[in-house]
């Protein structure tokens, strides 16, 4: 990742209850994993000194935005922009646990791992819609955003 071979880290979170009798070549793909991707990714980069925490802000927000064509009203901090924001506490020990998320699916692939840094306070368009792990924001308040084809190179 630090090296610049890897534009932009996603997920493909898939928040579909797990059946445990379900064929296996009939399971949906992905997994319930956007409100863990932050931590998990800055403990394994960040923590482990494999990427700097600049080039994480990159690859998980300015990157994807401008590929997208939605920079710099997204992934950016910047007058203008939407001000979606995280604040992340880079000190937090905490322990993942499925009772504490907030997907439909009731289960996480990293239950019970410890973690080092956590976010705090998501904020989307300036409003707090999620604090100390609560969801504040009502559902419908997120907007379609049109976008166009980009010839960006990140």
Same mark, same amino acid.
């Given at each position: 990742?630090?090296?610049?071979? /890897? !534009?932009?880290?996603?997920?493909?979170?898939?928040?579909?209850?797990?059946? /445990? !009798?379900?064929?296996?070549?009939?399971?949906?793909?992905?997994?319930?994993?956007?409100?863990?991707? =932050?931590?998990?990714?800055?403990?394994?980069?960040?923590?482990?000194?494999?990427?700097?925490?600049?080039?994480?802000?990159?690859?998980?927000? +300015?990157?994807?935005?401008? @590929?997208?064509?939605?920079?710099?009203?997204?992934?950016? @901090?910047?007058?203008?922009?939407?001000?979606?924001?995280? =604040?992340?506490?880079?000190?937090?020990?905490?322990? /993942?646990?499925?009772?504490? +998320?907030?997907?439909?699916?009731?289960?996480?692939?990293?239950?019970?791992?410890?973690?080092?840094?956590?976010?705090?306070?998501?904020?989307?368009?300036?409003?707090?819609?999620?604090?100390?792990?609560?969801?504040?924001?009502?559902?419908?308040?997120?907007?379609?955003?049109?976008?166009? /084809?980009?010839?960006?190179?990140?």
């Amino acid at each position: 990742m630090e090296a610049g071979t /890897i !534009d932009v880290l996603a997920s493909d979170h898939a928040p579909k209850a797990k059946k /445990i !009798d379900d064929p296996f070549f009939e399971a949906p793909f992905g997994s319930p994993s956007a409100e863990t991707m =932050l931590t998990v990714v800055y403990d394994e980069g960040v923590n482990t000194g494999r990427v700097h925490p600049s080039r994480l802000v990159r690859l998980l927000s +300015q990157n994807p935005a401008k @590929i997208f064509g939605l920079y710099p009203r997204k992934g950016a @901090i910047e007058v203008g922009s939407d001000a979606d924001l995280v =604040l992340f506490d880079p000190h937090e020990v905490w322990t /993942i646990r499925r009772e504490n +998320q907030h997907s439909g699916a009731g289960y996480t692939l990293y239950e019970g791992r410890k973690c080092l840094g956590r976010p705090i306070l998501t904020m989307q368009r300036g409003r707090v819609i999620v604090e100390g792990g609560e969801i504040k924001g009502k559902p419908g308040e997120a907007q379609f955003l049109s976008t166009r /084809i980009s010839k960006v190179t990140c």
